[in-house]
Each structure stands twice: as structure tokens, then as C-alpha cells.
């Protein structure tokens, strides 16, 4: 009777994995083992069937399950003759069992077995669970139990603050540790969220038309928010926004108040490896005094800025590098976004700028890169030209068109994202783009950016609805892990507040555009309030949206949202990342090129007036005379009895002046020397 009764029990284990085919102890997700959601069962599922023990699962776990009906979990069993027997003679070690095979069916409760890789298993009990169960029945399932009870409960139970069997039932399972929900508040939301509905939570508010929200890779978690008029604040991992701005450039940016005028800081991309050579490029709207004469509004201006080498959270704005400049007619459709890809070089997208082709006569080719999508490489030695060019840009060697363009044929390009978790075999990558389907229309449409293409011809690869006026607004392809149904999709909106996503379908319809639903405050807790400005995505791939309530950015009303999934509404353990405080800039170059400029690759490139490996000899042009030393641009140290810019004329001093001769003569050898040794040395 024993042997049958631990077969019993063997079986019963064995039986329970056909509920959910796929343990797992790492995920903190309320799924089932089958990786599918628990559903909420009918109440023609919920019914007895009178023996009284589908009446205890209903007890322990009354609405959600991951086992089609309630009295499931007692017929889950092989079929043999031996499982027909679903208790033991004592009554007390029944109970016990029967609590195990109900919360087999419980979706808290599906992390709690181990891996079904191994032989049939019990949950994780509670230790003093563990010590009852032993107890009560280690006579009626004896093989069961060949191990003392240390070492039986050393292996089934665990004695940490982590989550074990019953007790999770009671336990507050939504800290920060864990994201497992009650079944009370698994109800709660199915009947409050429709299945295609989030959250968004206020992050920060009282911001001045925000435009943008980047982070720089570098572990930090930090958050940097981009305002048109020229300034970008950090906000810290602890959602503390630091006092001095990250960037301070609005003396030189050319901003744009009223509705529709798109001029201000537009963009900030960092470079892919930020975190050793600190480099960061913007592009902003200027009118410097050189380009004050001609048909142009304005000029777009791409810069490559350098962190600081003593703060860490802010730019040295004396590194400004200019990377090129593009002149622009009208104050819509601009573009400016800038974007690195996983093939390390930066795309540049520009809008037409509402250009016709008179305008283009006129402005005698200053805007040849209207409306398209350039590429170069940053990552270049040489101090000549700021970037170069990849090989294979379709029109490397061609005379007609310039180089830099990857792509061309956009009109009003909104926010552009990168997947960077897909390759395709050729091994190209995914680039998504919202844009305007015309110059004077705000219909939208979808590209995905191809190399050579022209999007006057090309087919979008969806064509937004038209029933609102409302201009589209690109945002990020989904790669976080606070979500899993919105895993692989782009998510995006249109300026009066609405949000889309967008997910591959099948072959006869490969993209399909849904409706993102918003969850009302008395549901999340927070509403989308105003215009959408532009979308946001952090270091684990979550999305952050920007919206204003009203449009001239010297109003404070701008807000930043995190979109949420209700259904996950804490952040699973799984998904965080270590924290990592910024560092100060250390590269060598950073730290021995005093009058020049690096390199992203760590090239020291001197400033006009100096030369030498790492900028350290100043030049004279001519050159010092009469054993005069260089010691600035132009700037040379004369012995005594000579003076002039460049000790082009001798004097006949007094005897003071001769007696000094000798010591002036031997301060410069000695500069001389000291210069030339530190030149060897570095």
C-alpha cells in the first residue's frame, strides 16, 4: 500500500507539469509555465461537482487559474489505476496534498516549483510548512521521506525573506523585490483595463517645451531632457532633476515661439562609446553673423560637444566642433533628429523645410541635403574634415549627388528609432521613421529607411488614418522588459495626443496599426495631459513620453510620462540593471591634449597656432629671431637686447641691460630645454 501511495504522490507531481510545460525560477512574471497569461474562468468553471474537493480550490484560489477549470488540478493525473486513488488513509496528510495540487493551478504560485528539466518536484515549501509536512506524512508515503528532516526540508524549503509555499498567498507581493500580484488584485485590473490598455505614470512636470529624452549609456541610468530654447537637464536615477543644466547653449540657438515654428535645439545623440571618449553630438537652429546675408531664415547646425573633464554631468562647452551646417528657408519641417546605429555611424534626418524648387534656384544649392536621411563616421583620425564618409553610402562615388546621403525623398520626418535587437541575414537593421506624406499636408505615413531609397516613389509601409489633422510623432521600438505585450512593437503618436502602436503581421499584411489605450486617472492614477512634443526611451528600453499643454516654450507646462503596463505595475527584479555613478573623463587624450581637440578615436588635433603630437609647441609665423623662443600663437620671448612680435629688432641697452643678458639668455635656453623634455617625455 505504500509503494502504491508514493506512486501515488510521484504520479500526482509528475502530472501537475502537464498544467504548465515550462518551469522556471528566474522570470517574476504572473505567468503560467506554458509562457501564457492565467485566464479568468467562467462560472460554469467554477461549479462543484459535489465530492467537495474542487470546493477547496475554489476556496484557496477563486478567480484566476492556470488550469482550464477548478477541477482540474484532480484530474491531471496519468490515466493508470493506480492514480484513481487521490488520497491517503489519513486525513490531515490529504489536506496537505490536495493544498499542493491546487496551487498548481495558481499563477503566484508558478516560480515556487523547480525546473521540470529534473524529476518530478514539490514546490519551494516554507520551512516550518516543510517540518508539518514531513511530520504528517512521512508514515503514509514513507519513501517519500527516506531523509531526515533537515535534509529533506534543506532541499524543499527555503529560510530567506523570498517567496515559498503557502505563505505567498499572504505575503505583500508587490515591493520593489518582486512583481507577483494577489489574485483580488488580478481582478481588479482585468475588469479595469481593456486588453489593450497602459498606464502612464508623471515622471517630472513644469518643464519648458520639452523636445527630447535621451540617455548616454554609460549605466548611469540618467536622463537627459532636451528644451527647445537651448538647455538640457539630467534627471538621476532617483528621479532628481540636478540644479545646473547639463548643456547651456541658448545664447547661440535661434528658438522659435510661436505655433508651428519648429527652430530650437532639435537633437542630442551620444556616441556609442560615451562612457570613455565622452563624446555627444546636437543639433540646434542659428543664425551666426557669417551667414546674415542671403534668402536663408536660418541654418541648421550639427556640433560635436566633449563632457567635461572634472563634472561629469556637464559639457565643456569650448569643445564645440562643428560638423557641418545646412541652410533653411522656412521654420517647418526641419527634422534635425540625429540617431547612431549598431553599425557605429550617425544618421542625420532632415526634413524638405517646405523647399520648392525656385527656392532651391535660389538658394544656389545650399540645401542639397533637403529632405534626406546622411550618414557619416564620426570615428575618423583625421583633423582635416570632422567626419568621413562610409564606403558603401549609396553615392560615395558619384558626382551628382553628395556623398552623405543614405536616403532621400522625406518631407517632415518625426521622431526615427532603431531596433537594435534585429538583423536582418543581409545584415542590415530596422529604422522606423513617421513622416508627412506631402509638404502641405499633415496625412501621415510609416518608412522604414532603406539605403538608396527615394521616398518621394517608395511606398510607405503604412499609410496613417486620416480622420484627424493631427501631425504624426515617431517614438521608440519597444525593447524593454517592464511589458511583454508590447515586446517588438513601435510605439508612436500624433500631436493631439494620441497613441499607436505598430506590430508585424503576417505575410498578407506584414505591418497591422493599432490603438494604444490610455487608462483614466481613477484606473492609473495619472492622465495624459496636453499636445504630444516627442518620445523618450531609458537605458532598459522603457518608453517616456513628452507632452505640453500649451505651444510657446517659455511655458512651464511640459510633463514627462512613463508609459506602463498596468498588468506588470512594478518593476520586475529581472529587469533592472546594475547602477553605475558617472565618471570623469580619463581617456589619454583627454587628459594631455591642453590646445587642441580629440578625436572620437582619441586623436589630438591642435587648435590654430599650436603643432607638435599632443598640441604642446605653440607656432610663430615668421618664426622667432635672434634666439627668441615661442612660447604662444605668435607670441615670442625676445632676449634682452632684442625686442619686437618676433625679435626682429636689436637695441644698444646700458650696462644694466648687459649685465642681464646673460640671465634672460639663460631663461630661455632653459624654456627651451624644458619645452623640448616635456615634448619627450608625454
Request: hydrophobic content about 30%; charged content about 25%.
Amino acid at each position: 500500500m505504500n509503494h502504491v501511495k508514493f506512486a501515488l504522490l510521484l504520479a500526482l507531481a509528475a502530472g501537475v507539469w502537464e498544467c504548465g510545460a515550462a518551469a522556471s525560477s528566474a522570470p517574476r512574471r504572473r505567468r503560467c509555465h506554458d509562457g501564457s497569461p492565467p485566464r479568468r474562468l467562467k462560472k460554469r468553471d467554477r461549479r462543484q461537482d459535489g465530492d467537495g474537493d474542487g470546493e477547496l480550490c475554489s476556496r484557496l484560489y477563486p478567480r484566476v487559474s492556470c488550469c482550464p477549470t477548478r477541477r482540474a488540478a484532480l484530474h491531471i493525473l496519468p490515466r493508470r489505476p493506480a492514480a484513481q486513488v487521490l488520497s491517503t488513509n489519513n486525513t490531515e496528510c490529504s489536506r496537505l496534498l490536495e493544498e499542493l495540487r491546487c496551487a498548481r493551478c495558481s499563477p503566484n504560485a508558478q516560480v515556487l516549483y523547480r525546473s521540470p528539466a529534473r524529476e518530478p518536484d514539490l514546490p519551494r515549501l516554507c520551512h516550518d510548512y516543510c517540518r508539518e509536512f514531513y511530520y504528517t506524512c512521512r508514515g503514509h508515503v514513507p519513501e517519500l521521506f527516506q531523509a531526515d528532516v533537515k535534509e529533506f526540508c534543506q532541499y524543499y524549503s527555503r529560510r530567506d525573506a523570498g517567496l515559498c509555499f503557502p505563505d505567498f498567498q499572504q505575503k505583500q507581493t508587490r515591493g520593489q523585490d518582486s512583481n507577483y500580484l494577489t489574485d483580488e488584485k488580478i481582478e481588479d485590473i482585468n475588469g479595469k483595463h481593456k486588453h489593450n490598455c497602459y498606464c502612464v505614470q508623471e515622471v517630472l512636470n513644469s518643464l519648458r517645451h520639452p523636445v527630447g529624452v535621451v540617455h548616454c549609456g554609460d549605466g548611469s541610468h540618467r536622463l537627459f531632457i532636451l528644451e527647445k530654447e537651448g538647455l538640457v537637464w539630467i534627471l538621476t536615477h532617483q528621479m532628481e532633476l540636478l540644479k545646473e543644466p547639463f548643456l547651456d547653449i541658448h545664447k547661440l540657438v535661434q528658438n522659435g515661439m510661436k505655433a508651428g515654428d519648429e527652430r530650437g535645439l532639435l537633437s542630442l545623440a551620444f556616441h556609442p562609446n560615451y562612457k570613455k571618449n565622452g563624446k555627444l553630438y546636437v543639433s540646434y537652429t542659428t543664425n551666426q553673423e557669417r551667414w546674415a546675408i542671403g534668402p536663408h531664415d536660418h541654418i541648421l547646425r550639427v556640433v560635436e560637444f566633449t563632457v567635461s573633464r572634472k563634472n561629469p554631468n556637464q559639457v565643456d562647452t569650448r569643445t564645440t566642433h562643428v560638423l557641418m551646417e545646412v541652410a533653411e528657408l522656412h521654420r517647418k519641417h526641419l527634422g534635425g533628429q540625429l540617431l547612431f546605429s549598431p553599425d557605429g555611424f550617425l544618421y542625420i534626418f532632415l526634413g524638405d523645410g517646405m523647399i520648392t524648387l525656385d527656392d532651391m534656384e535660389e538658394m544656389d544649392g545650399l540645401s542639397d541635403f533637403t529632405g534626406a536621411v546622411l550618414r557619416v563616421d564620426v570615428d575618423t583620425d583625421s583633423c582635416m574634415s570632422p567626419y568621413s564618409i562610409p564606403k558603401n553610402n549609396p553615392y560615395f562615388n558619384s558626382t551628382n549627388q553628395p556623398p552623405e546621403i543614405f536616403a532621400h525623398g522625406l518631407h517632415d520626418p518625426g521622431r526615427c528609432a532603431v531596433d537594435w535587437q534585429h538583423t536582418d541575414t543581409d545584415g542590415s537593421f530596422l529604422i522606423l521613421c513617421t513622416d508627412s506624406t506631402g509638404r502641405n499636408t499633415t496625412s501621415g505615413r510609416i518608412l522604414q529607411i532603406v539605403k538608396g531609397k527615394d521616398y518621394e516613389n517608395e511606398p510607405s509601409i503604412f499609410n496613417l488614418k486620416s480622420a484627424d489633422s493631427s501631425t504624426p510623432v515617431g517614438g521608440f521600438i519597444y525593447r524593454g522588459c517592464q511589458s511583454r505585450r508590447l515586446y517588438g512593437n513601435y510605439v508612436f503618436g500624433k500631436r493631439n495626443g494620441n497613441l499607436w502602436i505598430l506590430q508585424k503581421g503576417g505575410a498578407d499584411q506584414p505591418w497591422q496599426e493599432k490603438s494604444l489605450c490610455l487608462g483614466s486617472s481613477s484606473t492609473c492614477g495619472t492622465s495624459l495631459v496636453g499636445h504630444i512634443l516627442g518620445f523618450g526611451e531609458d537605458e532598459l528600453g522603457e518608453v517616456y513620453i513628452l507632452t505640453s499643454s500649451k505651444t510657446m516654450a517659455q511655458s512651464h507646462s511640459g510633463k514627462l510620462y512613463k508609459l506602463l503596463d498596468p498588468k506588470r505595475p512594478a518593476m520586475p527584479k529581472e529587469c533592472r540593471r546594475p547602477l553605475e555613478h558617472p565618471e570623469m573623463l580619463s581617456s589619454p587624450c583627454s587628459r594631455q591634449c591642453k590646445n587642441g581637440h580629440c578625436t572620437p578615436t582619441g586623436t589630438c588635433c591642435c587648435s590654430l597656432g599650436w603643432e607638435g603630437p599632443l598640441c604642446r609647441v605653440a607656432k610663430c609665423q615668421p618664426a622667432c629671431r635672434n634666439g627668441g623662443v615661442c612660447v604662444e600663437p605668435n607670441k615670442c620671448l625676445c632676449k634682452s637686447t632684442f625686442s619686437g612680435a618676433y625679435c626682429e629688432k636689436g637695441e644698444h641697452g646700458s650696462e644694466i641691460f648687459e649685465q642681464k643678458d646673460g640671465i634672460l639668455d639663460h631663461l630661455i635656453n632653459m624654456t627651451s630645454y624644458l619645452l623640448d623634455l616635456t615634448t619627450y617625455i608625454v
